[in-house]
């Protein structure tokens, strides 16, 4: 079944001396999940770890490729369309998520995972990974790379990790921003655009998000004026049903529109 799926797109979106910086993207079918490596000198550093596990197993093998050691793998969020590849791919690896991520895992991991298997099957993860590492917001250096880990509250999720690499220009948001897709919408509309109202306006040009490949500063705006758009028809009582036709018509070149099904009967429950 494997070697009948699409392919993802792999690249190399940045490089700095001995730094480089890979990005994996899965295909529209699978909501373009992005997951990321920061290859520096001696090491690499993973960034989520896909939904399925094809494509867990596939991104895996494309780090693995690489030729150095992961020394570890940050979690952005508790979504499982980010942590069940871990389990799937990188169980045996050193696992950092924020404290509220790991406590959510904990709880509702296996549940998640059992009532996605239902409809997905082989393609869900058969082994959740607790991570294992507590990271807090704030700077670190590893194998002489800063890296500046940033907690967000109340946007696209309720607690999400983001991580700046000031030397490189680079701000990996994950599902702050979706690039060139549907976006997967909840309550916190307005808190999460004054979030990224001041992330397009730092410094920082280039941007990894948790879908889709690499934006820049006119895809975040992108991102606002959608958000904006969305919540002026919830505020309007618009229904579900509504909201899914006004969108789709509006903005009709994004992909992506498999994540309504998933989001609406969360955000109208």
Not at 183 to 193: A, S
Not at 194 to 220: N, Q
Request: proline share 5%; with cysteine.
């Amino acid at each position: 079944m494997e070697n009948q799926l699409p392919p993802a797109v792999t690249k190399i979106v940045k490089e700095s001396g001995d730094v480089k910086i890979h990005t994996f993207v899965a295909p529209e079918s699978f909501i373009s999940n992005a997951t990321h490596v920061i290859e520096t000198k001696n090491q690499c550093i993973v960034i989520d770890g896909q939904f399925v596990v094809p494509y867990a197993l596939q991104f895996r093998e494309y780090v693995d490729a690489i030729g150095k050691p992961i020394s570890r793998v940050y979690l952005s969020h508790g979504h499982p369309d980010h942590f069940f590849g871990i389990g799937a791919a990188f169980a045996d690896c050193e696992i950092y998520a924020l404290q509220e991520t790991i406590d959510f895992i904990k709880v509702a991991g296996e549940s998640i995972r059992d009532e996605l298997a239902k409809g997905y099957g082989d393609f869900v993860t058969k082994t959740i990974a607790v991570p294992q590492n507590v990271i807090t917001a704030g700077e670190e250096t590893i194998d002489g790379v800063k890296l500046e880990h940033v907690l967000h509250k109340d946007t696209e999720t309720e607690f999400h990790l983001s991580i700046k690499l000031p030397e490189l220009d680079t701000y990996i948001v994950q599902d702050l921003v979706y690039s060139g897709a549907h976006i997967y919408l909840t309550k916190d509309i307005p808190h999460w655009v004054e979030i990224l109202e001041s992330i397009r306006d730092s410094e920082f040009s280039l941007f990894l998000p948790g879908h889709g490949e690499p934006a820049d500063k006119k895809e975040l705006q992108s991102n606002i004026e959608y958000l904006n758009f969305a919540n002026s028809l919830l505020n309007a009582g618009t229904t579900a049903e509504a909201l899914k036709a006004a969108l789709l018509e509006k903005y009709p070149h994004l992909t992506g529109a498999g994540i309504f099904d998933i989001y609406l009967p969360r955000l109208f429950a």
